[in-house]
């Protein structure tokens, strides 16, 4: 975020140079080139952002599949009165799983603010699988 942030501010740097220099045509065209080549480096940096969101999301999801097979397995030696408990974890962690999923589906429908927003959420879906752990 800090990266776009950067690269945001250099942007306008390099418009307010390219309006002041509007006299000159060569300075004018370095400017507009400039401003291009800040334009493509924010988008190469969003879809960083995002191929390590996605990438973060892949891993939750094997994370909670793995989990589950796990507890699936356990629950084959279990007790009935702890076969209860682990039935709630599965039952937790296939809502978690289908969370990810739908948020996988609505990936690349997210821009600006909706963002922002989806991201917030899907790290805060993957903190509490990490919380999930500690249990």
């Not at 084959?76 to 999923?101: G, T």
């Not at 963002?115 to 917030?120: E, L, S, Y």
């Amino acid at each position: 975020m800090k990266k776009l942030s950067i690269i945001l501010f250099a942007m306008s740097i390099l418009g307010i140079i390219s309006l002041t220099s509007c006299g000159n045509d060569a300075s004018s065209e370095h400017a507009k080139q400039e401003v291009n080549e800040a334009a493509d480096a924010v988008g190469d940096a969003m879809v960083d952002e995002k191929n390590d969101l996605k990438r973060e999301m892949n891993e939750a999801a094997d994370n909670i599949d793995a989990r589950m097979a796990k507890i699936k397995e356990d629950m084959k030696d279990a007790k009935d009165e702890a076969k209860a408990d682990m039935q709630k974890q599965l039952d937790e962690l296939e809502a978690k799983r289908k969370q990810i999923a739908q948020d996988l589906e609505d990936f690349g429908d997210k821009t600006g603010a909706e963002w922002d927003q989806f991201k917030a959420n899907v790290h805060e879906t993957i903190k509490d699988l990490g919380d999930d752990n500690k249990m």
